[in-house]
């Protein structure tokens, strides 16, 4: 499945950013249903990981953009027990969000082929 999703977007010519993006969209919808990270990570990791790989983005950048779109969502998720005692803290999450997506994307390299944007300087590991 990864495989063939892999190819799909591979056609479809989409930047490394754009997918990690579009994975801490995934994992922020996610978890508001599914508010373990083990759980999450571990009906995930089988598949995005192949998949981004496969479309040169490193193991380290999927799991790194995993905890961005896995931390907010924790204050108001309405199946964690610990996010409804403290309250709805909304606009803390949009916030600190933005700021660990910017962080993430913001320069960082997370692709392995050096002819694309966001690419590890060849001699660097």
Do not use: H
């Not at 905890?67 to 916030?95: F, H, K, Q, Y």
Request: glycine share 8%; proline share 8%.
């Amino acid at each position: 499945m990864a495989v063939k999703m892999a190819n799909v977007l591979k056609s479809g010519n989409i930047d490394a950013l754009w997918l990690l993006l579009g994975f801490i969209i995934v994992v922020l919808i996610v978890d508001l249903l599914i508010t373990g990270a083990i759980a999450k990570w571990a009906i995930f990791a089988p598949i995005f990981v192949p998949l981004l790989m496969k479309l040169v983005v490193q193991p380290e950048a999927v799991l790194a953009a995993y905890r961005v779109g896995d931390s907010p969502p924790n204050a108001i998720a309405p199946l964690n027990a610990v996010g409804n005692l403290i309250g709805n803290r909304t606009e803390i999450m949009c916030v600190f969000s933005l700021a660990a997506t910017r962080r993430l994307c913001g320069g960082e390299r997370v692709s392995r082929d050096p002819a694309l944007p966001f690419a590890k300087p060849p001699g660097r590991g």
